[in-house]
């Protein structure tokens, strides 16, 4: 069974379709009502129609209201305001509804009747450097976005577009062939790698010999020499196995990770076309791509070659463009890097509509903000280095340990330290997820680790505490034996239904919107929701039927909180 928002969205679009044959209905969608004195789900598209008609729009609802038959689905169907449509849920539609989702159905969502093929170009670190702030917050997010679009029955292709090629290397090989310490390469070869550059990039301010050394090592690595492409596919190869290590650690994996350097020989036919076809220019010996029609882009240029004939960042992400295009032929490209980058992102989505007017897909930046620290600036260690990722993940854990051996006495040390693992891994992830993207956030142990509030701790628990109440009715055979009917009294248990029901238009709102903080906000009303439902109705020492019954909804509950933290890349533990 559909859920009954998507039910209600296909009689009102045949009904606006009724009254204004040629509107264009995808966008005709229903919301949940903010305030649910004015209904379950309400819709403002009709105000939108109107307008772009100009059109009456209360004239307009009430035309659409008239052929609308919902007398099934609803109790009451209202024209408010300036032209919405509120439309009030009959109690046995929801009932149903949650019948369907504990006699095992999809949780109140339908897998895309039209599946969209969605690249998601994410993390994306470079080599021979640990990966930033910046890295990690693209790691989660792009992470969360996968994981929502494939629950929503989309196909996805993760692609770590890897930073392997760039002026860097002149530098680094300088330094791999003089300076190289074994030992500590060997130790942490990132970190060695880090110091190599540091090392030349110090000497060669005081001495040109040792710049002009990098630069013919550059050009060397460039002409494909042997030695040079040797310890360039080192450096590469030793990066990527701290990088899995991260990924390990987070639980993230790409379908596809291809570097920069993979589309090197893209590259200068690129540059080619875009001249031949008189989109980039020659500009004092460089080719560039000027934007005079585009206000915000007047000023800002693409550079496609530079005066000494090399092809830069720009050309390497149309050549990755063509290629995604080709080979997986999506409908929507994600990028999710951080604030910092989105001129070049407008300009490389610019070049490509010269270049590919007859494309249709959809090219989403989907950017952040910064980590501040608590002082409010940039997220840094005491000592102003970078924070590193594993070092966090253990403080995390660390941290979680002390409440876990607090709460759980009784439990060996290695099952404490897996829950504090868990823990300190979520709550990590959700502060990161929780934020308006945007916005910068301030990191903050006590916030992210409290067990009130919203946190991925608060979440785990309440899911545990659910799993506890099945645990201790010892309900697990009975549950099975007969799929419950569900009963709707209380007013706390309508309530926690209706946001239940809500689940699948959050995740198609953090789909659309690249927000998984939707999620999160809603996984917290809905752990509210249900704590408020739990001390107000009994469950284990109620009557049969209200037992059953209620059981079935606190096993919605937790398989909603489970399937919801899922997306967001958090584990869940039955027992904490
Ligand atoms: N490696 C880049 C950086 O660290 C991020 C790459 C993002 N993806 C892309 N297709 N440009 O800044």
Request: hydrophobic share 45%; aromatic share 8%.
């Amino acid at each position: 069974m559909p859920p009954i928002n998507k039910l209600i969205e296909l009689r009102l679009q045949e009904a606006v379709l009724a009254v204004l044959p040629d509107a264009d209905v995808a966008s005709v969608l229903v919301r949940p009502c903010p305030d649910p004195k004015f209904g379950d789900y309400q819709t403002n598209a009709l105000m939108g129609l109107a307008k772009a008609r100009k059109l009456n729009p209360r004239q307009l609802a009430a035309d659409v209201f008239a052929r609308l038959n919902l007398t099934d689905l609803c109790e009451r169907v209202e024209i408010a305001g300036a032209g919405f449509l509120n439309f009030h849920i009959k109690r046995q539609a929801q009932v149903a509804a949650l019948e369907a989702a504990a006699a095992g159905g999809p949780l109140f969502f339908e897998p895309a009747d039209k599946p969209r093929t969605v690249v998601i170009d994410f993390s994306s670190p470079n080599v021979a450097k640990a990966m930033h702030v910046g890295h990690i917050r693209s790691t989660i997010l792009g992470d969360s976005l996968a994981r929502t679009l494939r629950l929503l029955g989309h196909r996805v292709v993760t692609d770590n577009h890897i930073g392997d090629w760039g002026t860097q290397f002149g530098k680094l090989l300088v330094g791999w062939k003089l300076h190289l310490d074994a030992a500590a390469l060997k130790a942490d070869p990132i970190g060695e790698m880090e110091r190599l550059y540091k090392l030349v990039n110090r000497l060669s301010e005081a001495d040109p010999a040792v710049l002009e050394e990098a630069r013919q090592e550059l050009v060397r690595l460039q002409r494909g020499d042997e030695e040079n492409l040797r310890i360039w596919r080192e450096m590469i190869a030793l990066s990527q196995v701290q990088f899995d290590t991260i990924y390990e650690r987070l639980g993230v994996r790409f379908d596809v990770t291809l570097g920069e350097s993979f589309y090197n020989p893209r590259l200068q036919p690129l540059v080619q076309e875009l001249v031949g076809k008189g989109i980039a220019v020659e500009s004092e010996g460089a080719k560039v791509v000027f934007f005079e029609e585009i206000p915000t882009l007047k000023a800002h240029p693409a550079l496609v070659q530079k005066s000494d004939g090399a092809a830069n960042y720009t050309t390497t992400d149309l050549a990755t463009m063509a290629h995604r295009l080709e080979t997986w032929k999506p409908d929507e490209i994600v990028y999710v890097t951080d604030g910092r980058q989105q001129l070049h992102f407008q300009q490389i989505f610019a070049v490509f509509q010269k270049w590919r007017s007859g494309e249709k897909v959809r090219l989403a930046h989907v950017w952040f903000g910064s980590i501040l620290g608590e002082d409010g600036k940039p997220f840094k260690t005491r000592s102003g280095e970078t924070i590193k990722l594993t070092d966090l993940l253990d403080e995390a854990a660390e941290r979680a340990l002390k409440t876990v051996a607090e709460k759980n006495p009784t439990l060996t040390e290695a099952e404490q330290r897996e829950i504090a693992r868990v823990i300190g891994l979520g709550a990590v992830k959700y502060s990161d997820l929780l934020p308006n993207r945007q916005s910068d956030y301030v990191f903050s142990w006590d916030k992210m680790l409290a067990l009130n509030g919203n946190t991925a701790p608060y979440l785990q628990y309440a899911y545990a505490r659910i799993r506890s109440i099945f645990r201790k009715g010892n309900v697990g055979a009975e549950a099975e034996a007969a799929p419950a009917r569900i009963l709707l009294d209380a007013p706390q248990e309508v309530a926690l239904a209706r946001r239940l029901l809500n689940f699948g238009i959050i995740l198609e709102a953090v789909a659309e919107e690249y927000r998984p903080n939707f999620l999160c906000n809603y996984l917290y009303d809905l752990a509210g929701d249900f704590t408020a439902f739990y001390e107000n109705c009994q469950v284990l020492k109620a009557e049969p039927e209200s037992r059953a019954s209620r059981l079935a909804i606190c096993d919605l509950t937790a398989r909603v909180l489970k399937q919801g933290l899922d997306v967001l890349g958090i584990e869940t533990l039955e027992q904490m």
